[in-house]
C-alpha cells in the first residue's frame, strides 16, 4: 500500500516527557557529552530546551525521542544537529537531509547546524573514530544570536540552510585534521566535498538531493521484515507533504483500511522486556504527531 498525504498545520499535547536537568552556560560542553536533552540557563532570564543528534541519520541514536523530549518547554526549543557525522572509513558516514530541517520547523524547533571538531580511537574497533565532540564556541554564537531573534522557527531555520556550504567545508577541514591527528583514515574527501558544493548550490539543490535520498531509504526500510514484531497487517509507503514545502519520507510497519478510516500501527520490539523501552515509544509518538495532523490523504 502506498499513502500520500497533506499536512497544512499540526496541534499536539505531548506526553512522557522526561524533567529536563538545568545547565548553566558554564556547563554546557560537558551537558553536550553527557546529557541528550536539558534546560540551558543563559543568564538567570532566557531558557532554551536544547537537544542534540549524535549523527544527522534520523536512525541512529534515537533523535526523535531526543528532540520530544523538548516539546513540553514553553521557551524555545533548540536541537543541534551535525552536517555530517563520518566514523573513520571503517564506519558509517551520514550527511544532513533537508526533510529533517523541514520537520523540525513544523514542529516549532529551531536547528542550529554544527560540526565535529575532535575525537578519540575506537577501543572496540580498528580504524574507527569515537567520542566526537561538537564545536561548542561555534554554537554558543548561535545560541547568541537566536537569544534575540524574533522570528519563528521556520525563518530561522531557512537561514541556517543558506549557510550549510561553509559549515561543510568547516566540517571536512576538522575531520581532516582529526584523521591527520590520530592516524585514521577518514571516508573519502572527494566524494563529499561533491556532496557537500551540491548543497551550497542553493536549497532546492539541497531539497532535490535529500529527498531522492530519503525515498531511496524509504524503498528499503518498506522491504524489510523485523521477525519479532507481531503485526497482522502489511507494510505501507507513507509519504507526507507539508506546507513548508518538506516530504518526509516513512514507512508504516501495518496498514490497513477500515470503512473511510486509515489505521497505522508502529511496531516495536524489544529483546528482553514485556515493553520497548521509552526512546523507541517517543520516536514512534513523534511520528504520530505527523499522521495525526494528515487532512488529505489517496492510496
Not at 188 to 209: P, T, V, Y
Not at 226 to 237: D, F, N, T, V
Request: charged share 30%; aromatic share 10%; hydrophobic share 40%.
Amino acid at each position: 500500500m502506498e499513502i500520500q498525504a497533506e499536512i497544512i498545520g499540526i496541534k499536539y499535547k505531548p506526553f512522557l516527557c522526561k524533567k529536563l536537568e538545568e545547565i548553566s552556560l558554564d556547563n554546557f560542553a560537558h551537558a553536550l557529552s553527557k546529557n541528550a536533552n536539558f534546560i540551558l540557563n543563559l543568564d538567570n532570564m532566557n531558557k532554551f530546551a536544547i537537544s542534540w543528534w549524535v549523527s544527522p541519520k534520523r536512525t541512529r541514536s534515537y533523535p526523535y525521542a531526543r528532540v520530544y523530549d523538548t516539546l513540553g518547554f514553553a521557551g524555545k526549543k533548540v536541537t543541534i544537529i551535525p552536517i555530517l557525522k563520518d566514523e573513520g572509513k571503517r564506519g558509517d558516514r551520514d550527511f544532513l537531509q533537508w526533510d529533517t530541517i523541514s520537520l523540525m520547523s513544523l514542529l516549532g524547533v529551531y536547528v542550529i547546524i554544527s560540526y565535529y571538531i575532535s575525537a578519540e580511537p575506537s577501543r572496540r574497533f580498528n580504524n574507527k573514530i569515537t567520542k566526537q565532540m561538537f564545536d561548542v564556541e561555534q554554537i554558543k554564537e548561535e545560541l547568541e544570536k537566536l537569544l534575540n531573534y524574533q522570528s519563528d522557527a521556520l525563518h530561522w531555520n531557512l537561514e541556517q540552510i543558506e549557510k550549510i556550504g561553509k559549515i561543510g567545508e568547516i566540517a571536512l577541514q576538522a575531520y581532516e585534521k582529526i584523521s591527520q591527528k590520530l592516524g585514521i583514515e577518514m571516508h573519502s574527501k572527494s566524494s563529499a566535498e561533491k556532496r557537500i558544493q551540491k548543497l551550497m548550490d542553493g536549497k532546492k539543490s539541497f531539497m532535490r538531493l535529500s529527498r531522492d535520498l530519503a525515498k531511496k531509504a524509504q524503498i528499503r526500510e518498506s522491504l524489510t521484515t523485523q521477525p519479532k514484531e507481531y503485526l497482522s497487517g502489511k507494510k505501507a509507503i507513507l509519504t507526507i507533504k507539508n506546507y513548508l514545502g518538506g516530504f518526509y519520507y516513512f514507512t508504516a510497519d501495518e496498514a490497513r483500511i477500515e470503512g473511510d478510516r486509515i489505521f497505522l500501527v508502529e511496531g516495536k520490539h524489544s529483546k528482553s522486556s514485556i515493553l520497548p523501552s521509552l526512546e523507541d515509544i517517543k520516536d514512534g509518538l513523534l511520528k504520530k504527531v505527523l499522521n495525526n495532523s494528515i487532512l488529505q490523504h489517496s492510496f
